[in-house]
């Protein structure tokens, strides 16, 4: 528990503690549009529309959800099989 | 009576599952912060290139996969979450204060310690195909390259760093940081390459490669150290929890 909070804390400290570039605000886009992009344009090349384009106001953040529901499902299924929860006080077996 | 308790329980640890992954889920930001080659950025010679150098390594993979579920009756579940967690780390965007930037890990290093850089090819495939179908993350004229990069060379690089350091003795933890870090800079280097391979124009291939590498730096330096923590954290539990799931990995994995 402790080693986990260390490691926690060093990792919280390591990406907060020195603050944004002087003179730049944080804009927290990807570093898809902040260097790929930007390299590509330089060199006459532009990102095209998805085929499936859901980047459509809040329908975006709506199948991000379903993809993590979808996602944390599956994961967490295949935990418990390979993991499954430690018998403890008050379980069936035990008492 | 305990039958009644264990159901109540289980129902509510169900609950609380299901709370937490729409809570996380519902906190992310509705713009998809990708770090991978967007639709239409690679000409179209770049882009069958890119694919033709992935099939093969993806054609490898599967052929894997058969082969070890049969061998190991466990494999299939490993599988299963190990390529849930890829798909979800590696849509996950994490914002980086020494940047003022976003980007993600790519679990990629991880997988390929439990799973062996063969398979995380292929769950790597299967992850960007579904980000680039219905998440606008990456693209289908891209997905050769993007493969290329998150998983040949995130995979490989990151088993090769942790098989060296291994059979060099070293402590595993130091193995486990390190095929973290190296396969998530792999990635952002294998990038580098494909984008200045194919925008370098009239200009020096090298130039326009560090140009991009160095633009890349202030994001992924602090990003590619916290997944080597992130292995470190997971590999810790699975040696903690279930260390025969190691020795299965051992067959194909470098565990």
């Known amino acids: 528990m402790k080693k986990t909070l260390l490691i926690l804390t060093f990792a919280g400290l390591l ?4 603050a944004c570039p002087p003179g730049r605000a944080a804009s927290w886009s990807g570093v898809d549009e902040t260097v790929i992009e930007k390299f590509a344009e330089k060199a006459g090349r532009t990102a095209r529309e998805p085929f499936i384009n859901t980047d459509q106001g809040d329908l975006l953040l709506f199948v991000f959800l379903v993809a993590g529901i979808v996602g944390g499902f599956i994961g967490g299924y295949n935990f418990r099989v390979l993991f499954p929860p430690r018998r403890g006080v008050g379980d069936e077996k035990h008492v | 009576m305990n039958g009644i308790w264990t159901k109540r329980r289980n129902v509510i640890r169900w609950a609380a599952a299901v709370a937490a992954t729409a809570g996380t889920l519902i906190a992310l930001p509705a713009q998809a912060f990708a770090m991978h080659i967007s639709e239409g950025i ?11 150098v992935a099939i093969p390594f993806v054609a490898l993979g599967l052929r894997e996969l058969q082969r070890r579920s049969v061998e190991f009756p466990y494999f299939k579940p490993l599988v299963g979450l190990v390529g849930a967690a890829v798909f979800l780390i590696s849509c996950m965007p994490i914002p980086v204060p020494t940047a003022g930037t976003c980007s993600h890990p ?72 390190l095929a973290g870090l190296l396969s998530d800079w792999a990635t952002y280097a294998m990038t580098s390459v494909e ?22 730096v202030p994001t992924q330096l602090p990003l590619g150290i916290f997944e080597g923590i992130l292995c470190v954290g997971a590999l810790k539990f699975v040696r903690s929890r279930k260390p025969e799931l190691l020795r299965m990995a051992a067959a194909g994995g470098a565990a």
């Open chain 2, 195 to 216: 984008l200045a391979a194919a925008l370098h124009g009239g200009g020096s291939f090298s130039g326009m490669f560090s140009l991009i590498l160095i633009a890349f």
């Open chain 1, 15 to 18: 990406l907060a503690a020195p």
């Open chain 2, 42 to 52: 690679l000409p179209a010679f770049w882009a069958v290139l890119w694919y033709a």
């Open chain 2, 106 to 177: 790519a679990g990629t290093g991880l997988a390929a310690i439990l799973i062996g850089p063969g398979l995380t090819v292929v769950v790597a495939s299967i992850a960007l195909t579904l980000q680039a179908l219905f998440l606008a993350h990456g693209g289908l004229t891209t997905l050769g390259a993007n493969i290329v990069s998150m998983g040949v060379a995130g995979a490989y690089v990151g088993y090769g760093a942790y098989w060296i350091i291994r059979r060099l003795g070293l402590p595993w933890v130091m193995a486990a940081f």
